[in-house]
């Protein structure tokens, strides 16, 4: 995981998402998932390109089963954008990093 990429639990995602003041980009995923590992550098990148503006993190769904559950998460990877402690947008699968940078300069607006 790179530098800017947190790293989310059930323990600490009510602070680190719903309370946060900036967008959070939540990408679930797990270590057995070919696609979750095939954007794990894009989700890197996109954590450093939006440094303090935008928080940028992965929730391993094996690891941390109950927020995936309450979210509707039903197939991997499943990217969910969360502005001011709600979803904004909702990716499911691999998608161009285009996509979602569009979907995150919406949320810091």
């Known amino acids: 995981m790179g530098a800017n990429t947190k790293d989310f639990t ?3 995602f009510d602070q680190d998402v719903l309370k946060s003041t900036q967008p959070v980009l939540v990408d679930f995923w ?3 998932c070919g696609p979750c590992r095939q ?3 894009m989700i890197d990148q996109l954590a450093a390109e939006n440094a303090g503006s935008v928080v940028v993190g992965k929730m391993n769904i094996d690891e941390n089963p109950t927020t995936p559950q309450s979210y509707g998460v039903e197939a991997i990877p499943t990217l969910l954008l969360f502005k001011n402690g709600q979803v904004a947008q909702r990716f499911v ?3 161009p990093k285009v996509r979602l940078q569009s979907a995150i300069d919406a949320a810091k607006g």
Do not use: L, M
Request: hydrophobic share 40%; aromatic share 8%.
């Open 10 to 12: 059930d323990a600490s």
């Open 30 to 32: 797990a270590p057995w």
């Open 39 to 41: 954007i794990a550098p």
């Open 93 to 95: 699968g691999s998608q």
